[in-house]
């Protein structure tokens, strides 16, 4: 059990480290572009994956929709909206406004899937919207350096995100995973390449090994290895255990902010910082 713990709390840091990473690449890249090409790496080591672990799989067209569409939400519109707002707002505020994540999906199960909440889900929910409140104060008192619009697209991604989760609660027992994860960077690649058509030339700057580097980590870690964590850890642990370990995520884009990217982290921070966790954790718990 303590490996199958170790597996989804690494894989919620390595997504959260991504925050610190997107951001040094959303500076030097186009944003389509950078998404395109890590798509098209996760494609290169899923296809074989896939074929390995779980053979061929032949899906039904409506499975094939839905996944189309979570990777149009999922992947396209988080990463897209997320790299966005990291070119304005700082990856230490970035992580905190992906922690409202569980709070966003318990939201939309009740507005969309119908289900009743629990009197701890809304409270998380509002601890969520207290913790956003604290960071955009810290940024108006200048305790910040993120910005409205920033912090606003990456709540946009959440939002894709929370879609993609949505959708795939409707085919989570039907199919594998690797696979389902083959086909979305498929779709996402395909949804993207007009975007990013234009913008080719500007892959000329991944002739320096320590961008081409940054973007090679970025695409194995986010779109393979985090993946591959998660599954396995969630062979062992429910997965409403599961879901307390995404508490590591916004932790992990704090700590990833503050030591590399030399963002300072000041007293409104630690108490927006500590309005997310608990929502987190009040979201995600298990009833027992």
Same mark, same amino acid.
């Given at each position: 059990?303590? &490996?199958?713990?170790?597996?989804?709390?690494?894989?919620?840091?390595?997504?959260?480290?991504?925050?610190?990473?997107?951001? =040094?690449?959303?500076? @030097?890249?186009?944003?389509?572009?950078?998404?395109? &090409?890590?798509?098209?790496?996760?494609?290169?080591? %899923?296809?074989?994956?896939?074929?390995? &672990?779980? #053979?061929?799989?032949? =899906? $039904?067209?409506?499975?094939?929709?839905?996944?189309?569409?979570?990777?149009?939400? !999922?992947?396209?519109?988080?990463?897209?909206?997320? %790299?966005?707002?990291?070119?304005?707002?700082?990856?230490?505020?970035?992580?905190?406004?992906?922690?409202?994540?569980?709070?966003?999906?318990?939201? #939309?199960?009740?507005?969309?899937?119908?289900?009743?909440?629990? !009197?701890?889900?809304?409270?998380?929910?509002?601890?969520?919207?207290?913790?956003?409140?604290?960071?955009?104060?810290?940024?108006?008192?200048?305790?910040?350096?993120?910005?409205?619009?920033?912090?606003?697209?990456?709540?946009?991604?959440?939002?894709?995100?929370?879609?993609?989760?949505? =959708?795939?609660?409707?085919?989570?027992?039907?199919?594998?995973?690797? @696979?389902?994860? &083959?086909?979305?960077?498929?779709?996402?690649?395909?949804?993207?390449?007009?975007?990013?058509? $234009?913008?080719?030339?500007?892959?000329?700057?991944?002739?320096?090994?320590?961008?081409?580097?940054?973007?090679?980590?970025?695409?194995?870690?986010?779109?393979?290895?985090?993946?591959?964590?998660?599954?396995? #850890?969630?062979?062992?642990?429910?997965?409403?255990?599961?879901?307390?370990?995404?508490?590591?995520?916004?932790?992990?884009?704090?700590?990833?902010?503050?030591?590399?990217?030399?963002?300072?982290? !000041?007293?409104?921070?630690?108490?927006?910082?500590?309005?997310?966790?608990?929502?987190?954790?009040?979201?995600?718990?298990?009833?027992?």
């Amino acid at each position: 059990m303590r &490996l199958a713990y170790a597996q989804l709390a690494l894989s919620m840091i390595l997504v959260g480290a991504n925050v610190g990473v997107g951001k =040094l690449l959303a500076a @030097t890249l186009p944003i389509a572009l950078i998404l395109f &090409l890590r798509c098209v790496m996760a494609i290169i080591v %899923l296809w074989p994956l896939a074929l390995w &672990l779980e #053979g061929p799989a032949r =899906l $039904p067209r409506q499975v094939l929709g839905n996944l189309a569409l979570q990777a149009l939400f !999922g992947t396209a519109l988080y990463n897209a909206a997320l %790299l966005a707002g990291l070119r304005l707002t700082s990856a230490l505020e970035g992580g905190m406004v992906l922690a409202t994540l569980p709070a966003v999906v318990a939201i #939309g199960s009740f507005c969309w899937l119908r289900e009743r909440l629990s !009197g701890r889900q809304w409270i998380a929910a509002a601890l969520a919207g207290f913790g956003m409140a604290a960071i955009t104060l810290a940024r108006v008192e200048g305790g910040g350096h993120g910005s409205a619009l920033g912090n606003l697209l990456i709540l946009l991604g959440v939002c894709g995100e929370a879609v993609y989760v949505l =959708l795939a609660k409707r085919i989570a027992a039907t199919m594998p995973v690797m @696979t389902a994860s &083959l086909w979305m960077q498929i779709f996402s690649a395909l949804v993207l390449l007009p975007f990013a058509t $234009p913008d080719f030339g500007a892959a000329a700057a991944l002739a320096d090994p320590a961008l081409l580097s940054l973007l090679l980590f970025h695409a194995l870690s986010a779109s393979v290895i985090a993946l591959m964590l998660w599954y396995y #850890g969630l062979r062992r642990v429910p997965a409403g255990t599961a879901g307390v370990f995404t508490a590591f995520l916004p932790a992990s884009a704090a700590v990833t902010a503050v030591l590399f990217l030399g963002e300072s982290f !000041g007293a409104i921070h630690v108490a927006g910082f500590a309005l997310m966790m608990t929502s987190v954790i009040l979201a995600t718990w298990p009833r027992r």
